[in-house]
């Protein structure tokens, strides 16, 4: 298959021969922990799609991973009463599953209930995948649709995969030259078999770099499981709480300055950076954590107030981020400007919330890119590539 990206393929035709829309499944849901938030965000780009262009087709992933075909209801996906959605809620049957196609040569998607024939739902053209975490963001779903010979928003498998594991995510910026913090692995067997010299090894890398620490699982998002530690005394019940989410933890070191994040998007020449955003200070969270974020709705600053140099420094690293993880269609890099003047990549994110009140989407607003061009834009590039090695 030819590395260069693809033209854009026919216009879709349906069994009769005439012209149709493209078909998009969105996909939401998923057996992480971040199952609410990718509900949420699947209900926001739900309402953006332009269903004069494209036709919808919304799969819901339950907790326990069945597939469920779900109605095209986006309001009743948001957070309300402080009361998460849930894919269970929004499934038109408790039993019955959706199948993917595993033949490249056949995408039409099947509906099947216990006890019934199985239906046709149609053929899918594009999936827009708005799982977060592991099982659907960290290369699985995207392996998935790889085999089908489905297209799909966002980044392939390999960059997937990086962007949801922490440690190799930071080891992969490294090696292409790129700024971050001090941090520390603890992998399951060390601490399964060998706690007392796994909490030595954190007590050590806080004697050199100082207290608090942050405490976090490996591979997750939307600030579950993080844990600021002030002393020895909260470790283990730190790095308990980030392994009910992961088995594999990841410790930073505190890096003093402001949080700053940045938007990437694809276009047809390459990756371009949106207008930067501050996250700051939460006076009612000990961090940025899940409660601020989605609960509480604290406030980011778009665009930062940042000089005309830090602007452009923190849009070349978030390029060069998306770059060096080779990602597709979309990435959040975040970021802490030191006290010191320097620009410290903290973490990428290959499918970023677009809630309503999501940092990325209001990035490219305040850039001149409105929500709904956002999705279109997404879904082109998707369209615009093939499957496979590319």
Known sequence: MSSQTPSPGPVPASSGG??????????FGGRSSEHAISVVTAGAVLRAIDREKYDVLPIGITTDGRWALTADEPERMAIANRELPSVERLAESSEGSVVLPVDPGNREVVYSEPGAVPKALGDVDVVFPMLHGPYGEDGTLQ??????GVPY???????SAVGMDKEYMKRVFVSFGLPVGP?????PRAWEQEPSAARRRIVEFA???GWPLFVKPARAG??????????PADLDAAVEEARRHDPKVIVEALLRGR???????EYEDGPRASLPAEIPPVSSHAFYD????YIDAADGIVPAPLTEEQTRRVQELAVAAFEAASCEGLVRADFFLLDSGEFVINEINTMPGFTPISMYPRMWQESGVSYPELVDRLLEAALRRSTGLR
């Open 222 to 231: 939307s600030s579950f499981g993080i844990s600021k530690v002030e002393g």
């Open 153 to 159: 928003v966002g980044a392939g498998v390999l960059a």
């Open 183 to 187: 941090y520390e692995v603890i992998r």
């Open 143 to 148: 392996g998935l649709l790889e085999l089908s």
């Open 207 to 209: 004697e050199e770099h």
């Open 259 to 265: 949080e700053i994040e940045c938007g990437v998007l």
């Open 290 to 293: 899940f409660e601020a974020k």
């Open 18 to 27: 005439e012209r149709r829309k493209p078909r998009v499944a969105v996909v």
